[in-house]
């Protein structure tokens, strides 16, 4: 029996850039193609960012959370314009995941990160 696929919420900043990173090479659709696991796809993908950030929010600061939600409203809405990676929908969507991870890294956007 095979259990449903739980995707992993990240719970700071690096998992979060970790999450990215995977999104990075598994984009427009995730879709496991080894079996290991077979739930996960767009929507789960999607769900574990959002609640990632929901998590992060407090830490964030309100106006960070925001922009860094609506660049992810706009990463799945070119990767659902291009499931089979035939038009410039899906590059788009990987800029996005460039911008967010280069966000996430800057000290001044990154509450995790050491003070200087």
Do not use: C, Q
């Not at 929507?43 to 609506?70: C, H, I, Q, S």
């Not at 969507?93 to 967010?100: F, T």
């Amino acid at each position: 029996m095979v259990r449903p696929y739980k995707p992993h919420i990240p719970k700071d900043v690096s998992e979060i850039r970790d999450l990215l990173g995977f999104m990075m090479l598994r984009s427009p659709t995730f879709i496991d193609k080894t079996g290991y696991f077979p739930g996960r796809n767009l929507e789960t993908v999607f769900y574990a960012l959002n609640e990632g950030l929901r998590l992060m929010r407090a830490k964030l600061g309100e106006e960070r959370y925001l922009k860094l939600m609506e660049m992810s409203d706009r990463m799945r809405a070119h990767f659902e314009a291009d499931p089979e990676n035939k038009t410039d929908d899906t590059l788009k969507g990987r800029d996005i995941i460039v911008e967010m991870r280069d966000m996430l890294k800057h000290k001044a956007w990154n509450p995790d990160a050491a003070p200087p």
